[in-house]
């Protein structure tokens, strides 16, 4: 009984002995393991700008009436008169200008009848967009298609809806332009001569509705053909500019998300990437 027992203390001792020449075990930290997505994202500096600006110019050369619109006005398309302009003396036109008149007509009328077809396209993809959306919106309710492809979709519509915006934009200046050619070459006697009375002067009303952005010509002056008198805007039609570097630049594409912070606001601004300019 007694060698049992010193054989099982001389086991224990021996296993003391070994667990005492062991190293010391290493404190680590621990976390429960999920699986995820891993974001990737280019922090910079941008400003916001607006989106379509347009230019308001005279159309031949006159007297500018002084204009009273300041920066910031409110302006309705078809509606607000931006500019007057008076014949001068002796005519509003000479034959020079009457040529760069009718000119300036026809290279208008030549843009208003190109954007047609680009209109119409425009418009059918936009519809086709749509559609594509309401499809694949209503597959991924029912399991049956990946959020890859409705976010692809997205994308696919916020691009034809802007290519649309951007066309009926263009259509609406070409037009304004051609009435704004055609008007003075109404106000331009065959002759050479014009009536210097308020009947013969042109007035220049807003193409678009939105706001002054900037009065080139405040007072009273001659202006000579293309001379800038206005330029407006909408304010509510916004975007960003961001100039990042070119390693950035190569690894964002269109449809990316955008987090806009400091802004002014408590919560950040969603977006996404319309454009990478080169």
């Given at each position: 009984m ?10 224990a ?7 005492a ?21 280019v ?27 300041e ?20 005519a ?5 200008e ?6 300036r ?21 936009l519809?086709?967009?749509?559609s ?13 298609t990946s959020?890859n ?11 034809a ?5 951007d066309?009926?934009f ?14 003075a070459?109404e106000?331009?006697?065959i002759?050479?001569?014009a ?15 939105g706001?002054?952005l ?5 007072s009273?002056?001659v202006?000579?053909?293309g ?15 961001v ?12 449809g ?7 802004w002014g ?6 977006g ?6 080169p």
């Amino acid at each position: 009984m007694r060698k049992r027992v010193w054989i099982i203390a001389a086991f224990a001792a021996i296993i003391s002995g070994w667990m005492a020449m062991q190293p010391s075990p290493v404190s680590v930290d621990v976390a429960h393991v999920e699986r995820g997505t891993m974001l990737l994202t280019v922090t910079d500096d941008g400003r916001t700008r607006i989106r379509e600006k347009y230019t308001v110019s005279a159309p031949l050369a006159a007297r500018l009436v002084r204009i009273d619109l300041e920066p910031g006005d409110r302006i309705e398309a078809g509606e607000t008169p931006l500019a007057v302009l008076q014949p001068t003396n002796p005519a509003l036109l000479d034959p020079r200008e009457l040529a760069e008149a009718r000119a300036r007509a026809s290279s208008a009328e030549a843009r208003l009848n190109q954007l047609e077809p680009r209109l119409t396209l425009a418009k059918e993809k936009l519809n086709f967009a749509e559609s594509e959306l309401g499809r694949l919106r209503q597959l991924e309710a029912r399991k049956s298609t990946s959020s890859n492809e409705v976010d692809a979709a997205e994308l696919e519509f916020d691009s034809a809806s802007a290519n649309y915006s951007d066309v009926v934009f263009a259509q609406e200046i070409a037009a304004f332009e051609l009435q704004l050619a055609k008007a003075a070459l109404e106000h331009t006697a065959i002759d050479g001569s014009a009536d210097a009375t308020d009947s013969r002067q042109l007035p220049i009303v807003a193409p678009i509705t939105g706001q002054v952005l900037r009065v080139f010509q405040e007072s009273a002056t001659v202006v000579t053909p293309g001379e800038p008198l206005l330029e407006i805007g909408d304010p509510s039609d916004l975007e960003v500019e961001v100039d990042v570097l070119s390693t950035d630049a190569v690894r964002i594409r269109p449809g990316a998300a955008v987090f806009l912070e400091n802004w002014g606001g408590a919560e950040a601004l969603h977006g996404k990437v319309r454009l990478v300019e080169p």
